[in-house]
């Protein structure tokens, strides 16, 4: 089994130069910090999320494989949003800094020390079960720690669900791709009506499109970050499972190969996608009623 660790991310991300742009969203519950890359300038504004999830670490280096210029608009990268996850399914307990929260950990995990088909972070909260939408209303949601599935104890009580949350809104993205395994689908839907569900459709329709992949709908599941750039910022947001159904957790990055190229396309559909849309917005405002 290949690995992708943290000092690994952080190589790959402090080798970028011009025009790449780079920095942090902020630090995970160990203190680590959560890099970004940021290439381009102006609208759109597209961000793109990966290592939500512990066991789904073939999205860090998948996400960091998308990175490069784009001929318009400014994309922003966070390849990585659960650093302490990424260790812990790989690494273990010894990524662990404090033995208290080893202890902690350990326990959750059922006093094994086999991290590799872990989810949440390293205070055993399932970060995309941890946003205010729908926040605990999920089904299978669980209201305790657990390697997956505990919502946490309030809606953005976690380090870096919070940290992305505020870079969203800040960045003021006009649109987000957030990657995780497996199944090769793409989720969409959270309520959107009338001429958002008609954009929001569209566009995923052409993401199904470039990447082979086909469109899903998840109405028992709440709480997650594109439920909350859907329903609360107003963006088209997108859940993509990467990777066969039937290959079991966690991917083995011998795979990346395989899903690079379905997953390659996707940026530049969304950045063409909004650039169109802000130019038909634009054209309705000029041309409405004084
Ligand atoms: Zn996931």
């Not at 994309?75 to 812990?88: I, K, R």
């Not at 530049?268 to 009623?289: Q, S, W």
Request: net charge positive.
């Amino acid at each position: 089994m290949s690995s992708f660790g943290y000092d690994q991310l952080l190589e790959c991300v402090n080798a970028l130069g011009p025009p790449f742009e780079t920095g942090s969203i902020g630090q995970s519950a160990e203190g680590r910090l959560i890099p970004f890359v940021r290439t381009g300038e102006g609208r759109p504004v597209l961000l793109i999320v990966g290592g939500f999830h512990a066991r789904e670490h073939i999205t860090v280096p998948l996400v960091l494989g998308l990175i490069r210029p784009f001929p318009f608009g400014t994309v922003f990268f966070v390849p990585c949003l659960n650093a302490d996850g990424l260790e812990l399914c790989q690494n273990g307990l010894s990524s662990v800094s404090s033995p208290a929260r080893r202890k902690f950990l350990r326990a959750v995990n059922g006093g094994s020390e086999d991290f590799s088909l872990w989810k949440a972070n390293a205070d055993a909260v399932d970060l995309n079960l941890n946003f205010p939408s729908g926040f605990g209303k999920g089904r299978g949601n669980l209201f305790a720690p657990a390697p997956q599935g505990y919502v946490g104890p309030c809606p953005l009580s976690e380090p870096e669900s919070l940290a992305l949350a505020a870079f969203t809104a800040a960045v003021r993205a006009e649109a987000v791709l957030t990657f995780h395994s497996k199944g090769e689908v793409i989720f969409w839907r959270y309520g959107q009506k009338g001429g958002r569900l008609r954009r929001d459709r569209a566009l995923a329709r052409r993401l199904g499109k470039v990447s082979g992949y086909a469109l899903a709908e998840s109405p028992e599941s709440h709480g997650g970050y594109k439920d909350w750039c859907v329903e609360v910022l107003n963006i088209p947001a997108f859940t993509v499972e990467v990777g066969a159904e039937s290959w079991p957790h966690p991917l083995d990055h011998s795979l990346l190969p395989k899903i690079l190229p379905q997953c390659r396309a996707m940026p530049g559909e969304v950045l063409d996608f909004l650039r169109k849309e802000n130019g038909r917005k634009r054209k309705m405002d000029a041309g409405g009623p004084a």
